[in-house]
């Protein structure tokens, strides 16, 4: 049965991370009465799954089991590649998402995987065609895993968090498969297309620069819009900042 008055949020976390990512912001959620619900998505290394298949329907079906368990509508937030996670789950159950919610999160339309997209945006902006952690990826298993070197992550996820906490959160990236990665969304406007959606982009983002974030939300409209100046990973590295902003949208749509 629904818990009266008790609003629960499920992160999900993007490529090569896990659930500790949102570790130095679950407190501050907590705090303002949030149940945390923070998924290991099956196939990215960490247990009980860490070695499953790694899909979008493997995703997916994941994730919307942590939904149906908690029994009342949720808040859904997808950082970064989370974000193509979450618009699954919206398609699959959408009355038991309350809100969406992109945290410098990939909001691609229905059939494109992300690198359809960089390329889409390239012919408008050529220096696009280079950008992101790509060049900085180290590949195993014959091109059938990608892991994140750390001078890159360093540079391009973690360039404005405390050096310290970017070490910690370097030693615990973990391989990708690419079959986990290179995902396509099939999204309907009947399902995906009725759920409430945020998104709060990172203008100083070096991994999913701010054009794209922005071009992404012009292909994707709808959705209401915040955004932070702030590098890719806002829950390490302004979390009272991501706090202040983000929950007074969301409590719009869970009472």
């Known amino acids: 049965m629904p818990e009266p008055g008790v609003r629960h949020i499920v992160l999900v976390h993007g490529a090569w991370q896990g659930s500790w990512s949102f570790a130095a912001w679950r407190p501050l959620l907590q705090a303002r009465g949030w149940q945390v619900h923070a998924v290991d998505l099956p196939g990215n290394g960490w247990p009980p799954l860490a070695d499953a298949p790694a899909s979008l329907?493997?995703?997916?079906?994941?994730?919307?089991?942590?939904?149906?368990?908690?029994?009342?509508?949720?808040?859904?937030?997808?950082?970064?590649?989370?974000?193509?996670?979450?618009?699954?789950?919206?398609?699959a159950v959408p009355d038991q998402i309350a809100v969406l919610v992109?945290?410098?999160?990939?909001?691609?339309?229905?059939?494109?995987?992300?690198?359809?997209?960089?390329?889409?945006?390239a012919v408008d902006d050529p220096a696009l065609a280079s950008a992101g952690i790509g060049a900085h990826l180290d590949w195993l298993d014959g091109g059938r895993v990608s892991q994140v070197q750390p001078d890159g992550a360093?540079?391009?996820?973690?360039?404005?968090?405390?050096?310290?906490?970017?070490?910690?959160a370097i030693d615990l990236l973990r391989p990708q498969p690419e079959t986990g990665r290179q995902m396509r969304n099939r999204l309907s406007a009947e399902r995906f297309g009725r759920v409430p959606r945020v998104y709060l982009g990172c203008r100083d983002d070096r991994s999913l620069l701010w054009p794209l974030q922005q071009r992404m939300q012009r292909l994707t409209p709808g959705a209401l819009a915040l955004d932070l100046d702030c590098?890719?990973?806002?829950?390490?590295?302004?979390?009272?900042?991501?706090?202040?902003?983000?929950?007074?949208?969301?409590?719009?749509f869970l009472h």
């Open 57 to 91: 329907d493997a995703y997916t079906a994941h994730v919307v089991a942590v939904v149906r368990a908690i029994g009342q509508p949720v808040a859904l937030l997808g950082h970064s590649g989370g974000g193509q996670t979450v618009a699954q789950v919206a398609e």
């Open 102 to 121: 992109y945290l410098a999160g990939m909001m691609l339309p229905s059939g494109q995987t992300y690198a359809d997209f960089v390329r889409q945006a």
């Open 154 to 168: 360093r540079r391009l996820f973690l360039h404005d968090v405390e050096p310290g906490a970017a070490q910690a």
């Open 231 to 252: 590098g890719h990973v806002p829950q390490l590295a302004q979390p009272a900042a991501l706090t202040h902003l983000l929950l007074p949208a969301l409590e719009r």
